[in-house]
């Protein structure tokens, strides 16, 4: 056995279950593992390492940043802040932008800017608000969200969970529909649901979803944390049924694979609800990540990665459709955010993980039956060609 994950094992909660590798070093696409094998990295930390690992821009930005400032909390001003903003809000047609670190910290901020909407701007009664989101939904790991999730093993033994949360079908918008009261702040909805699976729903469905919120004046907000920056083929995953949110939530790939960054952002009349003391965070929004989120931001656009991730995610998709097991029932998704469904009749996906790591691709499974496969944006169609070869011979020596 290896004596870091024995370490690991000792010392560390157990509240994943890691593929039996130690990455010790990466660089763009690739990763190493404490024997200097080198990997494809198909899973790129959850979409957080969108432009490869260590892109260069960033890196810079970042040691350029630490000459400087790093964190003086936002009790002060300072100047890096602002122009991150401006550009994410300009980038997103947003307004304005409260930032936070994690994921799940954005979403919290979302729920709480709904709420005191409901109460502040459309008239609900206080204590009364009611948020829906959808079966199969993920938003992280807090309390509340978890209280948000139809996930038995997210919610078993952690309750009890804050009132006002309700869920409805996914895919289905006479089901939101239905589901309206007036009390109803806001609909928080997945563009694609990435942790249940590369779930994609139709054509159209955000796009109905935007109109029955605007009828019944409740708030749409996109979590595109996983969805947003490119991954899905356009900068957000929103743009491809021209929805514009009314609050949309960003993290991920924002941290440009360093730190973690996250961001809510909304129109004017949703953010204007917090006042001084009403919501923060010690490190949302400091300088240093402020500096690597907007060259993250920079070189999403400069590179093009959106458009590179709907040319090869139709390409990558295309090439796995082509592989001719009869254990892969479906090969889904959208841009570089792609799912292949595992009869579980044949193989678990944990299985087909770990034959892909013997070949020298790192993925996750998600769920028992979906391996996902999600590699750095800036990968390349000969990078893409050297990957389906990998996988083949893994998903031979299967059968
Ligand atoms: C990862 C993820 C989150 C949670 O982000 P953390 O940074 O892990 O808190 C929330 N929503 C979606 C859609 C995600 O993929």
Redesign the pocket.
Known sequence: MNKTIDKEKQYCAQNYLPLPVVIVRGRGIHVWDDQGRRYIDMMSA??AVSHGHLHPRLVSAMHTQLTQLAVVSRAFHSDKLAPFLEKACELMGMERGLPMN????A?ETAIKAARKWAYTVKGVELNKAEIIACEGN????TIAIVGLSSEKQYRDGFGPFPPGLKRVRYNDPAALEEAITPNTAAFIV?PIQ??NGIVVPDRGYLQRCAEICKKHNVLLLC?????GLGRTGAMLACNHDNVIPDGL?L??ALGGGLL?V?LFLSKRELMDVFEPGDHGSTFGGNPLACVVGLEALNVLVEKQLPKQAADLGEYFMARLKDLPHPFIKEIRGRGLLIGMEIDPNYFTARQVCEALLTKNILSKETHDTVVRFAPPLVITKAEIDTAIDSIESALNSLT
């Open positions: 959850y979409s994690t994921g799940a910290e979403v993920f938003h992280g790991r997945e990435g942790e979590d595109e944390i996983q969805t939530i993290g991920k973690p996250s």
